[in-house]
């Protein structure tokens, strides 16, 4: 099993900035790929970064230029840095990581339980 938490989520006026955290516990072999989704109210979960093992990164178009993820692998953490926000970035933001689990080195998906993003004057 593979437990991830979250923190950082809040309330931030536009163009303020916020960092997200995903700590990733548990049997891991290694994390292959890991990244941050969001959803808003009524509409799909969409992809806001990835990041993979070998530090490659991928952005959505709608964050490039404000947001940048990073990882640390010696933690197996994975962060989001906001900057710019706007309030169209309101979501709930989870973690997802998916990578070898130790034991078998078996496959896992996991995901955060979310937190909340809130942009508002």
């Known amino acids: 099993q593979v437990q991830l938490v979250e923190s950082g989520g809040g309330l931030v006026q536009p163009g303020g900035s916020l960092r997200l955290s995903c700590a990733a516990s548990?049997?891991?072999?290694?994390?292959?790929?890991c990244g941050w989704y969001r959803q808003a109210p009524g509409s799909q979960r969409e992809l806001v970064a990835l990041?993979?093992?070998?530090?490659?990164?991928k952005l959505a178009d709608s964050v490039k230029g404000r947001f940048t993820i990073s990882r640390d692998n010696t933690k197996n953490t994975v962060y989001l840095q906001m900057s710019s926000l706007k309030p169209e970035d309101t979501a709930v933001y989870y973690c997802?990581?998916?990578?070898?689990?130790?034991?078998?080195?078996?496959?896992?998906?996991?995901w955060g339980q979310g937190t909340q993003v809130t942009v508002s004057s």
């Open positions: 997802n990581a998916q990578g070898l689990e130790t034991g078998g080195l078996r496959p896992f998906n996991y």
């Open positions: 548990g049997s891991i072999f290694v994390i292959n790929v």
């Open positions: 990041s993979t093992h070998a530090g490659s990164a």
